[in-house]
């Protein structure tokens, strides 16, 4: 389980893209980066996970270099309703010791109209 | 609808009382945790499940217990509540060999 590091706040306006970057150095060979949304007093809610290079969904976009040891989460043209707080998190599918999973602090994404 | 439903959702209690908060899921995942959040500290994993009877510790799994006796459910056992133990507690469930966890609507605790 890779150790992440994400800015702990963004400001941006609605109608922007933006993208949050996630730091994830010791990633493993089988992690796979997952991202998490989460509004005020909700479970998060899966947005989107990856290996390499990029993966899109009618929601966001991730990209993931070819050193794997970064990624980030692209969010097009944001509205209000995408303030939230935002984690990433890098481990493997592979089950046993990986599932004690840590989502860290995240990122506060503010949208101001 | 596949969910994860969590009883009960608000629960004031005092120091010592026993108390279970229950979580169930109706997507037959193997797979099934416990998470506190607190403000500033995140999402803290106390406990998890890889499936029926085998439960292994999360990062903060002092003065919690569970059990895994059926797939679906997977309660959470506070033997003596304590103040610090306030929070608010999310379960989740995912299938084995994939990470889209799905989460319950959360139980706010608090102990007096």
């Known amino acids: 389980l890779a150790k992440t590091t994400q800015p702990i706040s963004m400001d941006s306006y609605e109608g922007q893209e933006v993208n949050i970057t996630c730091s994830h150095n010791?990633?493993?060979?089988?992690?796979?980066i997952t991202w998490y949304q989460q509004f005020p007093s909700q479970g998060p809610r899966f947005i989107i996970q990856?290996?390499?290079t990029k993966v899109t969904n009618e929601v966001a976009s991730l990209f993931i270099p070819a050193d794997r040891k970064s990624s980030t989460l692209s969010l097009p043209r944001v509205s209000l309703s995408d303030t939230a707080v935002y984690y990433c998190?890098?481990?493997?599918?592979?089950?046993?010791?990986?599932?004690?999973?840590?989502f860290g602090k995240g990122t506060l994404l503010t949208v101001n109209p | 609808e596949a969910q994860v439903t969590q009883n009960p959702r608000y629960l004031i209690t005092v120091t010592g009382k026993k108390l279970t908060v229950t979580c169930s899921q109706n997507?037959?995942?193997?797979?099934m945790s416990w998470y506190r959040q607190d403000p500033g500290l995140g999402l803290r994993q106390i406990y998890y499940?890889?499936?029926?009877?085998?439960?292994d510790k999360g990062d903060v799994p002092e003065g919690y217990k569970v059990s895994r006796k059926e797939k679906r459910n997977f309660p959470l056992i506070l033997e003596s509540p304590s103040p610090n133990q306030t929070s608010l507690y999310f379960c989740?469930?995912?299938?084995?060999?994939?990470?889209?966890?799905?989460f319950g609507p959360g139980t706010r605790l608090t102990v007096t």
């Open positions: 989740a469930s995912h299938r084995g060999g994939a990470y889209e966890q799905y």
């Open positions: 997507m037959n995942h193997e797979y």
């Open positions: 010791n990633i493993a060979t089988n992690d796979y």
């Open positions: 499940s890889m499936n029926v009877e085998v439960t």
């Open positions: 990856g290996y390499k």
């Open positions: 998190l890098a481990a493997g599918l592979s089950g046993g010791s990986n599932y004690k999973l840590t």
